[in-house]
């Protein structure tokens, strides 16, 4: 009679699975917290503590760790020697291993959770089984998803041991991608700073790395139609754009994935503010930002900043989407809107739309203790993500004039904005609304010219605005250039050599000045 030992921390389906064994003429093995919800579905189930002879120990710590276990899933059948010993000992052959492991990743997300919950949480004798079983996946079903329950089923139903075997060895396969992925997420909580994320190169970037990336779907194609192009799913990490919902609309593309990414962060720069953001974004740069007292508010003024640029464009919000703002959105041609979930009447509006993506996100909330990684020929690099938190402590007014509490807040606005706009950036903003963007140039006195000319091209009187750099001028000619346009109050991290000449040109203008001591700098 062929055994089968039942361990899950996740129990989704796990009752239909053992209920379809015992039909078989199965014997279920099983421990702890599975062990009684099987009995508690009527079926038949003898304690893994019968076939070791050894009760559970130390909370559970120890339970499966024993001969009678590994050599049940290691002992080869066409061995003679194997068998022998096995008989001798009187252990017999596990034919089927289904488990799942503590559920680390999960705990470790909680806002609560300490270090003694996590290590409770790092599970030992599950990994071990799966690995044992998963040598012998000649003769050993294991079975690490739960959504692998039917195809094991069915397999066994065939009677096809070709196709059977060959279905073992993917399953295998896909345990040790789960065991190596579930090892990397404990190396990485470990490796981090327990003190409130305060860690040193060392442990913010080990020596080694392993990542572990699971499809989630093909694309129709990359950047251009020439290259082929799919979506991944780094397994240690949780959230994220993996956990994007798809409400509607055309399957997403290589470079949709890549505006929503950057329309995401625009906005999360308010998460908890208080206020709705909205960011449009065309080629992962904002072309228009705004807040607001709710969505159709901040979608309004972005809207405004550049409406020609808005064509085509991912549209972010960190409120739920209103049916007012569904009514704004619907004349124009977006590609696709994000946020964290939109209301019934506005969802019905904008689906009537047929190609128009609609993307619902669980959380805006950024890992910042996640290493953010970028590609290059023959390896990567690798930083810590910028962080859309702006405490102003280390703020400093550095001319005469301070800015007036109107120019303070735009200056605030205009900071935040300008952290996701693409180096060398220059935002001028006023009223909780970008006028102008420059982005991407190789001069900083280009991008100021080209936020300026797109300002005035859509009717901004500039009096008075607020101007955001994300790093610092070079020379005074940025901010001569500024005060011909009107600007009044600029945000910059400072730090650079001519700082006391930028300084003086800014006081001879009339300018407030604040320097930050942080650079922005978008790559």
Known sequence: MPRALLSVSDKTGVVDLARELQGRGWTLLSTGGTARTLRQAGLDVTEVSEVTGHPEMMEGRVKTLHPAVH???????????????????????????????????????????????????????GPSMLRSAAKNHASVWVVVDPADYSTVLAAMDAGDEERAISIRRRLAAKVYAHTSDYDRAITDYLTRALDGGDADASTRFPASVTLSLAKVQDLRYGENPDQPAAFYRDEAAGGGLPALRQLHGKELSFNNLLDVEGALQAVSAWEGSGLAACAIIKHTTPCGIAVGADAAEAYRK???????????????????????????????????????????????????????????????????????????????????????????????????????????????????????????????????????????????????????????????????????????????DGVDAAAEAGVRAIIQ???????????????????????????????
């Open 71 to 125: 050599a049940g899933l290691l002992g080869r059948r066409d061995n003679a020697d194997d068998v022998a010993q096995m008989a001798a000992h009187g252990y017999q052959p596990i034919d089927l291993v289904a488990v799942n492991l503590y559920p680390f990743r999960e705990t470790v997300a909680r806002p609560d959770a300490t270090l003694a919950d996590a290590i409770e949480n790092i599970d030992i004798g």
């Open 302 to 476: 972005a809207l405004m900043t550049d409406p020609t640029s808005a064509f085509g464009s991912v549209i972010a919000f960190n409120v739920p989407v209103t049916e007012e703002a569904a009514v704004l959105m619907r004349p124009n041609f977006v590609e696709a809107i994000v946020a964290p979930s939109f209301v019934e009447a506005g969802l019905r509006l904008l689906t009537e739309k047929k190609n128009l993506r609609l993307l619902e996100i669980p959380s805006l909330a950024v890992d910042e203790g996640e290493l953010d990684w970028k590609r290059v020929r023959g390896g990567f690099v690798a930083q810590t993500r910028l962080s859309m938190r702006y405490p102003e402590d280390g703020w400093r007014t550095v001319t005469q004039r301070a800015p007036t509490p109107e120019e303070m807040d735009d200056l605030r606005f205009a900071w935040r904005a300008v952290a996701t706009v693409k180096s060398n950036a220059i935002l001028l903003a006023r009223g909780g609304m970008a006028l102008g963007i420059g982005a991407g140039q190789m001069s900083r006195v280009d991008s100021s010219r080209i936020a300026v000319m797109k300002a005035r091209d859509n009717g901004f009187d500039l009096a008075g605005v607020a101007l955001a750099s994300d790093a610092f001028f070079p020379f005074r």
């Open 493 to 523: 991290p400072g730090g650079s050599v001519r700082d006391e000449e930028v300084i003086a040109a800014a006081d001879e203008h009339g300018i407030a000045m604040v320097f930050t001591g942080r650079r922005l700098f978008r790559h």
